[in-house]
Protein backbone atom coordinates (compact mmCIF):
# COMPACT_ATOMS: atom_id res chain seq x y z
CA UNK A 1 0.00 0.00 0.00
CA UNK A 2 1.34 3.32 -1.23
CA UNK A 3 1.56 5.75 1.72
CA UNK A 4 1.73 9.47 0.57
CA UNK A 5 4.36 11.32 3.25
CA UNK A 6 4.07 15.26 2.77
CA UNK A 7 7.02 17.14 3.49
CA UNK A 8 7.48 20.03 5.10
CA UNK A 9 9.74 22.46 3.83
CA UNK A 10 10.80 24.54 6.05
CA UNK A 11 12.47 28.07 4.56
CA UNK A 12 13.46 30.40 7.29
CA UNK A 13 13.05 33.93 6.36
CA UNK A 14 13.44 37.29 8.23
CA UNK A 15 10.54 38.55 10.81
CA UNK A 16 10.53 42.15 10.23
CA UNK A 17 6.82 44.19 10.26
CA UNK A 18 6.74 47.51 10.41
CA UNK A 19 4.10 49.26 11.06
CA UNK A 20 3.86 52.78 9.54
CA UNK A 21 1.13 56.10 9.67
CA UNK A 22 1.31 59.73 9.43
CA UNK A 23 3.92 59.83 11.75
CA UNK A 24 6.25 57.32 10.93
CA UNK A 25 8.11 57.44 14.81
CA UNK A 26 4.46 56.09 15.79
CA UNK A 27 6.29 52.41 15.67
CA UNK A 28 4.60 49.04 17.56
CA UNK A 29 7.78 47.15 19.38
CA UNK A 30 8.34 44.41 17.25
CA UNK A 31 7.55 41.89 20.00
CA UNK A 32 4.07 43.23 21.20
CA UNK A 33 3.05 44.13 16.99
CA UNK A 34 -0.89 42.63 17.60
CA UNK A 35 -2.02 39.88 14.76
CA UNK A 36 -4.52 41.90 13.34
CA UNK A 37 -1.42 44.32 12.31
CA UNK A 38 1.39 42.43 11.34
CA UNK A 39 -1.11 39.80 9.50
CA UNK A 40 -2.49 41.58 6.52
CA UNK A 41 -2.74 39.45 3.78
CA UNK A 42 -1.32 35.84 2.43
CA UNK A 43 2.22 36.94 1.91
CA UNK A 44 2.29 38.56 5.79
CA UNK A 45 0.53 35.82 7.03
CA UNK A 46 3.18 33.24 5.42
CA UNK A 47 5.76 35.53 6.42
CA UNK A 48 4.64 34.84 9.85
CA UNK A 49 4.62 31.47 9.86
CA UNK A 50 7.98 30.84 8.42
CA UNK A 51 9.13 33.03 11.56
CA UNK A 52 7.30 30.40 13.82
CA UNK A 53 9.39 27.47 11.53
CA UNK A 54 12.71 29.46 12.43
CA UNK A 55 11.54 29.16 16.40
CA UNK A 56 12.01 25.56 16.34
CA UNK A 57 15.49 25.91 15.58
CA UNK A 58 16.62 27.91 18.54
CA UNK A 59 19.05 26.56 20.70
CA UNK A 60 16.59 26.20 23.33
CA UNK A 61 14.42 23.66 21.30
CA UNK A 62 15.20 21.56 18.08
CA UNK A 63 18.71 23.50 17.52
CA UNK A 64 19.69 21.40 20.37
CA UNK A 65 18.41 21.30 23.84
CA UNK A 66 15.56 19.13 22.85
CA UNK A 67 18.22 16.46 21.28
CA UNK A 68 21.18 16.37 24.10
CA UNK A 69 19.04 17.04 27.15
CA UNK A 70 16.54 13.89 27.43
CA UNK A 71 19.59 11.84 26.45
CA UNK A 72 22.28 12.61 29.11
CA UNK A 73 19.37 12.00 31.46
CA UNK A 74 19.37 8.62 30.05
CA UNK A 75 21.37 5.99 29.00
CA UNK A 76 22.13 6.94 25.49
CA UNK A 77 24.64 10.06 25.84
CA UNK A 78 27.24 10.78 29.03
CA UNK A 79 29.51 14.43 29.03
CA UNK A 80 33.13 13.98 28.09
CA UNK A 81 36.13 14.15 30.30
CA UNK A 82 36.96 17.20 28.79
CA UNK A 83 33.74 19.19 27.60
CA UNK A 84 32.71 22.73 28.06
CA UNK A 85 30.82 22.42 30.96
CA UNK A 86 27.66 22.74 29.22
CA UNK A 87 24.54 20.50 30.13
CA UNK A 88 26.83 19.73 33.49
CA UNK A 89 23.55 19.49 35.76
CA UNK A 90 21.43 16.99 33.35
CA UNK A 91 24.61 14.61 33.45
CA UNK A 92 24.76 14.69 36.99
CA UNK A 93 20.98 14.46 37.69
CA UNK A 94 20.88 17.08 39.51
CA UNK A 95 19.16 20.06 37.43
CA UNK A 96 17.96 23.03 39.34
CA UNK A 97 14.91 25.75 39.09
CA UNK A 98 17.95 28.30 38.27
CA UNK A 99 18.98 26.17 35.23
CA UNK A 100 19.78 28.35 32.30
CA UNK A 101 19.08 25.30 29.91
CA UNK A 102 15.92 24.89 31.65
CA UNK A 103 14.42 28.27 31.33
CA UNK A 104 15.77 28.69 27.78
CA UNK A 105 13.95 25.65 26.67
CA UNK A 106 10.93 26.44 28.34
CA UNK A 107 11.05 30.70 26.87
CA UNK A 108 11.86 28.81 23.31
CA UNK A 109 9.06 26.80 23.25
CA UNK A 110 6.49 28.88 24.53
CA UNK A 111 7.97 31.47 21.72
CA UNK A 112 6.89 28.49 19.40
CA UNK A 113 3.38 27.97 21.06
CA UNK A 114 2.88 31.94 21.21
CA UNK A 115 4.06 32.93 17.42
CA UNK A 116 1.56 30.12 16.45
CA UNK A 117 -1.30 31.53 18.04
CA UNK A 118 -0.50 34.97 16.26
CA UNK A 119 -0.22 33.52 13.26
CA UNK A 120 -3.75 31.66 13.74
CA UNK A 121 -5.31 34.76 14.73
CA UNK A 122 -3.76 36.53 12.25
CA UNK A 123 -4.99 34.19 9.86
CA UNK A 124 -8.61 34.02 10.74
CA UNK A 125 -9.02 37.89 10.75
CA UNK A 126 -8.26 38.11 6.76
CA UNK A 127 -10.24 34.47 5.54
CA UNK A 128 -13.42 36.73 5.14
CA UNK A 129 -10.87 39.70 3.06
CA UNK A 130 -9.76 37.21 0.48
CA UNK A 131 -11.89 34.50 -0.47
CA UNK A 132 -10.21 33.83 -3.44
CA UNK A 133 -7.21 32.58 -1.11
CA UNK A 134 -9.42 30.83 1.36
CA UNK A 135 -7.69 27.54 0.78
CA UNK A 136 -3.99 28.61 1.32
CA UNK A 137 -5.02 31.12 4.15
CA UNK A 138 -6.56 27.79 5.57
CA UNK A 139 -3.64 25.40 5.30
CA UNK A 140 -1.22 28.07 6.51
CA UNK A 141 -3.47 28.27 9.59
CA UNK A 142 -3.68 24.70 9.83
CA UNK A 143 0.26 24.30 10.17
CA UNK A 144 0.43 26.65 13.03
CA UNK A 145 -2.07 24.36 14.82
CA UNK A 146 0.59 21.76 14.01
CA UNK A 147 3.26 23.64 15.32
CA UNK A 148 1.60 24.88 18.51
CA UNK A 149 0.27 21.20 19.14
CA UNK A 150 3.97 20.33 18.89
CA UNK A 151 5.02 22.65 21.50
CA UNK A 152 2.64 21.57 24.14
CA UNK A 153 3.54 18.07 23.39
CA UNK A 154 6.93 19.05 24.41
CA UNK A 155 6.26 21.06 26.85
CA UNK A 156 4.22 18.21 28.92
CA UNK A 157 6.77 16.00 27.62
CA UNK A 158 9.95 17.68 29.67
CA UNK A 159 7.52 20.06 32.23
CA UNK A 160 4.76 17.21 33.49
CA UNK A 161 4.98 13.75 34.82
CA UNK A 162 3.90 11.03 32.22
CA UNK A 163 0.05 10.37 31.58
CA UNK A 164 -1.03 7.04 33.79
CA UNK A 165 -2.82 5.69 30.45
CA UNK A 166 -5.87 3.46 30.90
CA UNK A 167 -7.94 1.93 28.10
CA UNK A 168 -11.41 3.30 27.69
CA UNK A 169 -13.25 1.25 24.87
CA UNK A 170 20.23 -1.09 4.96
CA UNK A 171 21.93 -0.60 2.28
CA UNK A 172 21.02 2.93 1.92
CA UNK A 173 20.70 3.84 6.09
CA UNK A 174 23.43 6.49 5.88
CA UNK A 175 21.51 8.09 3.01
CA UNK A 176 19.09 9.15 5.79
CA UNK A 177 21.33 11.38 7.89
CA UNK A 178 23.58 12.64 4.82
CA UNK A 179 20.53 13.61 2.15
CA UNK A 180 18.29 15.91 3.16
CA UNK A 181 14.26 15.55 2.72
CA UNK A 182 14.87 11.69 2.16
CA UNK A 183 12.18 9.77 1.26
CA UNK A 184 11.60 8.13 4.80
CA UNK A 185 12.15 12.17 6.69
CA UNK A 186 8.32 13.43 7.19
CA UNK A 187 9.56 16.74 8.67
CA UNK A 188 12.63 18.02 9.47
CA UNK A 189 13.65 21.81 10.10
CA UNK A 190 16.08 23.48 7.02
CA UNK A 191 19.69 24.71 8.17
CA UNK A 192 21.21 27.33 5.33
CA UNK A 193 24.66 28.91 5.52
CA UNK A 194 22.52 32.19 6.82
CA UNK A 195 21.01 30.12 9.75
CA UNK A 196 24.11 28.71 11.01
CA UNK A 197 24.11 28.20 14.82
CA UNK A 198 27.92 28.22 14.84
CA UNK A 199 29.27 26.39 17.80
CA UNK A 200 25.65 26.22 19.32
CA UNK A 201 25.14 24.16 16.90
CA UNK A 202 24.11 20.28 17.34
CA UNK A 203 26.68 19.45 14.66
CA UNK A 204 29.81 20.80 16.61
CA UNK A 205 28.55 19.88 19.85
CA UNK A 206 28.62 16.34 18.99
CA UNK A 207 31.56 16.29 16.11
CA UNK A 208 35.31 15.29 17.60
CA UNK A 209 36.46 18.34 15.85
CA UNK A 210 34.46 20.44 17.46
CA UNK A 211 33.32 20.04 21.30
CA UNK A 212 32.10 16.43 21.22
CA UNK A 213 31.09 16.95 24.67
CA UNK A 214 28.42 14.40 24.53
CA UNK A 215 29.81 10.71 23.76
CA UNK A 216 27.76 7.58 23.31
CA UNK A 217 27.95 4.95 26.18
CA UNK A 218 29.03 1.39 25.40
CA UNK A 219 26.04 0.48 27.06
CA UNK A 220 24.38 1.72 23.63
CA UNK A 221 26.57 0.47 21.31
CA UNK A 222 26.47 -3.24 22.95
CA UNK A 223 22.79 -3.36 21.97
CA UNK A 224 23.41 -3.52 17.93
CA UNK A 225 24.31 -6.74 16.25
CA UNK A 226 27.55 -6.42 13.92
CA UNK A 227 25.36 -6.06 11.16
CA UNK A 228 23.33 -3.21 11.97
CA UNK A 229 22.93 -0.75 9.38
CA UNK A 230 22.24 1.88 12.31
CA UNK A 231 25.64 1.53 13.87
CA UNK A 232 26.84 3.76 10.70
CA UNK A 233 25.24 6.63 13.16
CA UNK A 234 27.78 5.97 15.69
CA UNK A 235 31.71 6.58 14.81
CA UNK A 236 34.77 4.91 17.02
CA UNK A 237 37.73 7.31 17.69
CA UNK A 238 39.57 8.72 20.36
CA UNK A 239 39.13 12.35 21.66
CA UNK A 240 42.26 14.53 21.94
CA UNK A 241 42.91 15.31 25.68
CA UNK A 242 40.00 13.37 26.89
CA UNK A 243 38.90 9.81 26.34
CA UNK A 244 41.03 7.72 24.49
CA UNK A 245 38.28 5.05 23.05
CA UNK A 246 34.83 6.46 22.41
CA UNK A 247 32.13 6.45 20.83
CA UNK A 248 30.82 9.68 18.57
CA UNK A 249 27.38 10.64 17.32
CA UNK A 250 26.98 10.53 13.63
CA UNK A 251 23.95 12.24 12.63
CA UNK A 252 25.10 14.89 11.84
CA UNK A 253 27.43 13.87 9.43
CA UNK A 254 28.06 17.82 8.29
CA UNK A 255 30.00 18.40 11.76
CA UNK A 256 30.69 21.64 12.19
CA UNK A 257 29.78 23.06 8.93
CA UNK A 258 26.86 23.34 11.12
CA UNK A 259 24.55 22.82 7.93
CA UNK A 260 22.55 19.77 8.75
CA UNK A 261 18.94 19.44 8.26
CA UNK A 262 17.51 18.86 11.90
CA UNK A 263 14.89 16.10 11.11
CA UNK A 264 12.29 15.71 13.51
CA UNK A 265 9.67 13.63 12.06
CA UNK A 266 10.33 9.61 10.42
CA UNK A 267 8.70 7.01 8.99
CA UNK A 268 10.53 4.46 11.31
CA UNK A 269 9.55 6.40 14.49
CA UNK A 270 5.54 6.04 13.13
CA UNK A 271 6.11 2.74 12.43
CA UNK A 272 7.15 1.82 16.50
CA UNK A 273 5.09 4.27 17.49
CA UNK A 274 1.91 2.32 16.05
CA UNK A 275 3.76 -0.84 16.94
CA UNK A 276 3.61 -0.04 20.93
CA UNK A 277 0.12 1.16 20.79
CA UNK A 278 -0.82 -2.22 19.12
CA UNK A 279 1.48 -3.85 21.70
CA UNK A 280 -0.74 -1.97 25.13
CA UNK A 281 -3.85 -3.19 23.49
CA UNK A 282 -2.52 -6.86 23.01
CA UNK A 283 -3.05 -6.73 19.34
CA UNK A 284 0.38 -8.71 19.40
CA UNK A 285 0.64 -9.63 15.96
CA UNK A 286 0.20 -6.13 14.84
CA UNK A 287 3.02 -5.05 16.81
CA UNK A 288 5.07 -7.95 15.46
CA UNK A 289 4.68 -6.89 12.18
CA UNK A 290 5.20 -3.16 12.30
CA UNK A 291 8.49 -3.61 14.58
CA UNK A 292 9.65 -6.37 12.15
CA UNK A 293 9.72 -3.45 9.53
CA UNK A 294 11.92 -1.76 11.28
CA UNK A 295 14.50 -4.19 12.56
CA UNK A 296 14.78 -5.95 9.20
CA UNK A 297 15.26 -2.24 8.13
CA UNK A 298 18.44 -2.23 10.15
CA UNK A 299 19.16 -5.80 9.49
CA UNK A 300 18.17 -7.55 6.56
CA UNK A 301 19.12 -11.17 8.40
CA UNK A 302 17.11 -10.33 11.84
CA UNK A 303 15.26 -13.20 13.17
CA UNK A 304 11.94 -12.95 13.39
CA UNK A 305 9.69 -10.95 16.01
CA UNK A 306 7.99 -13.86 18.24
CA UNK A 307 7.95 -11.72 21.61
CA UNK A 308 4.65 -11.08 23.21
CA UNK A 309 2.85 -9.63 26.00
CA UNK A 310 5.42 -7.51 28.17
CA UNK A 311 8.27 -8.86 26.69
CA UNK A 312 7.08 -7.69 23.29
CA UNK A 313 7.05 -4.32 24.86
CA UNK A 314 10.52 -4.68 26.44
CA UNK A 315 11.11 -5.05 22.80
CA UNK A 316 9.89 -2.68 21.67
CA UNK A 317 11.67 0.33 23.53
CA UNK A 318 14.68 -1.32 22.98
CA UNK A 319 14.31 -1.13 19.21
CA UNK A 320 13.01 2.36 20.11
CA UNK A 321 16.23 3.04 22.11
CA UNK A 322 18.34 1.58 18.57
CA UNK A 323 16.78 3.65 16.51
CA UNK A 324 15.65 7.12 17.74
CA UNK A 325 18.87 7.51 19.82
CA UNK A 326 20.42 11.04 20.36
CA UNK A 327 17.12 11.99 18.80
CA UNK A 328 15.67 13.45 22.42
CA UNK A 329 13.38 10.12 23.12
CA UNK A 330 15.06 8.38 25.42
CA UNK A 331 13.69 9.81 28.35
CA UNK A 332 10.46 10.05 27.49
CA UNK A 333 10.31 6.50 26.56
CA UNK A 334 11.16 5.15 30.06
CA UNK A 335 9.33 7.73 32.49
CA UNK A 336 6.17 7.44 30.22
CA UNK A 337 6.53 3.17 30.52
CA UNK A 338 7.46 3.95 34.60
CA UNK A 339 10.73 2.33 34.08
CA UNK A 340 13.74 3.28 36.51
CA UNK A 341 16.50 5.71 35.00
CA UNK A 342 20.06 4.57 34.67
CA UNK A 343 22.08 7.33 33.81
CA UNK A 344 26.04 6.36 32.38
CA UNK A 345 27.90 9.36 33.08
CA UNK A 346 31.07 7.40 31.49
CA UNK A 347 33.85 5.82 32.90
CA UNK A 348 32.50 3.73 34.97
CA UNK A 349 30.13 6.24 36.92
CA UNK A 350 26.51 5.73 36.84
CA UNK A 351 23.26 7.35 38.74
CA UNK A 352 19.91 4.77 39.30
CA UNK A 353 16.91 6.59 40.03
CA UNK A 354 13.71 4.34 40.45
CA UNK A 355 10.64 5.22 38.89
CA UNK A 356 8.83 7.35 39.71
CA UNK A 357 10.24 10.27 41.09
CA UNK A 358 10.69 13.91 41.05
CA UNK A 359 13.40 14.51 39.39
CA UNK A 360 12.29 13.01 35.81
CA UNK A 361 10.82 16.24 34.62
CA UNK A 362 12.21 20.00 34.65
CA UNK A 363 11.55 22.79 37.37
CA UNK A 364 9.28 25.43 36.29
CA UNK A 365 12.28 28.04 35.90
CA UNK A 366 12.29 30.27 39.04
CA UNK A 367 12.44 33.52 37.07
CA UNK A 368 9.26 32.52 35.38
CA UNK A 369 7.38 31.94 38.58
CA UNK A 370 8.53 35.16 40.14
CA UNK A 371 7.41 37.01 36.57
CA UNK A 372 3.86 35.01 37.08
CA UNK A 373 2.90 33.31 40.59
CA UNK A 374 -0.50 32.45 38.82
CA UNK A 375 1.70 29.11 37.61
CA UNK A 376 2.45 28.57 41.40
CA UNK A 377 3.29 25.55 42.49
CA UNK A 378 6.73 24.85 41.82
CA UNK A 379 7.02 21.12 40.33
CA UNK A 380 7.28 18.95 43.10
CA UNK A 381 11.41 18.48 44.44
CA UNK A 382 12.55 22.10 43.01
Not at 44 to 62: I, K
Not at 88 to 100: A, T
Not at 287 to 305: C, G, W, Y
Not at 327 to 346: A, C, S, V, Y
Request: proline share 3%; aromatic share 10%.
Amino acid sequence: MRKNIIYIIVSTWAFLFISCSEDFLEIDPEQNVAAENAVVDLNTLQTALNGVYSNLQSNGYYGRNLYVMPELMADNLFLSLRNTGRYLDFNNFVVSKEDSYVESSWNSIYEVAVNANRVIDGGENILEEFPGQEAQIKQLIGEAYALRSLAHFDLVRLFAQPYNYTLVANENYEELWAVDFNQETLMEVINTIADNAGTNGLGHFFDVTGYADALVTEDLVDTYSENDARLLAITAGSKPGAEEEAYFVNKFPNGTLHDDNIKILRLAEQYLIRAEAYAKTNQDELAQQDLQVVVNRADPDAKMITETGEVLIDRILLERRKELAFEGHRLFDLTRNKRDLRIDQGEGSVIEASYPNDKFILPIPLNEINANPEIQPQNPGY
